[in-house]
């Protein structure tokens, strides 16, 4: 079994900054994937960026250029530094990971809030 244990979220006035984290520990071969997606009220969960294990990254267009994900491989965990936060980067942060554990699992945070005031 695998779990994800997420945190960095909160309160931040908009330009400001937050670094999330999400470290995976249980039974794990090998990590796959990593990523953050988020969720505002009324609206479906979306993908913010993605890290596989060549270190190829992807972002939502809206998040380019302010975010970026990194990830510490010896520590299975990834991180979501971002800057120049909007008020329309509200929502709930949830990591995901793709495992082998050891078969191919998808694994979901719990999920930590970030609200950016205007």
């Known amino acids: 079994q695998v779990q994800l244990v997420e945190s960095g979220g909160g309160l931040v006035q908009a330009g400001g900054s937050l670094r999330l984290s999400c470290a995976a520990s249980?039974?794990?071969?090998?990590?796959?994937?990593m990523g953050w997606y988020r969720q505002a009220p009324g609206n479906q969960r979306e993908l913010v960026a993605t890290?596989?294990?060549?270190?190829?990254?992807k972002y939502a267009d809206s998040v380019k250029g302010r975010f970026t994900i990194l990830r510490d491989n010896a520590k299975n965990t990834v991180y979501l530094q971002m800057n120049s936060l909007k008020p329309e980067d509200t929502a709930v942060y949830y990591c995901?990971?793709?495992?082998?554990?050891?078969?191919?699992?998808?694994?979901w945070g719990q999920g930590t809030r970030v609200t950016v005031s205007s």
């Open positions: 995901n990971v793709h495992v082998l554990s050891p078969r191919s699992l998808e694994v």
């Open positions: 249980g039974i794990i071969f090998r990590i796959n994937a």
């Open positions: 890290i596989i294990s060549g270190e190829t990254t």
